[in-house]
Nanobody, 115 residues
Framework: QVQLVESGGGLVQPGKSLTLSCAAS????????MRWFRQAPGKQRELVAT???????NYADSVKGRFAISRDNAKNTVYLQMNDLKPEDTAVYYC?????????WGQGTQVTVSS
């Protein structure tokens, strides 16, 4: 069983930056593919960024060049650095861990981008 706890959300002005963290329990964190999803009100949950166990990364087109996912296996933590935030980035952000056949979700953290 893996528990994921997100932190770092909040209210931020357009153009500013924010870093989300996701702390994972368990001793095999380094083997997990980690993802960040987000869900805006009235919309489907969407994949934002992925980092594999070998630290290969992928991003949704909407955040490419602005967001960066990284991991620190020594701290069992994955990060999402979000730069040049836009109002359309407003959503609940969820951390997700995948090591087939198991997957786990965090509880989510709210990010609101507004002036």
């Amino acid at each position: 069983q893996v528990q994921l706890v997100e932190s770092g959300g909040g209210l931020v002005q357009p153009g500013k930056s924010l870093t989300l963290s996701c702390a994972a329990s368990g001793s095999i964190f380094s083997r997990y593919t980690m993802r960040w999803f987000r869900q805006a009100p009235g919309k489907q949950r969407e994949l934002v960024a992925t980092i594999t166990d070998s630290s290969t990364t992928n991003y949704a087109d909407s955040v490419k060049g602005r967001f960066a996912i990284s991991r620190d296996n020594a701290k069992n933590t994955v990060y999402l650095q979000m730069n040049d935030l836009k109002p359309e980035d407003t959503a609940v952000y969820y951390c997700y861990a995948l090591l087939l056949p198991r997957s786990y979700w965090g509880q989510g953290t709210q990010v609101t981008v507004s002036s």
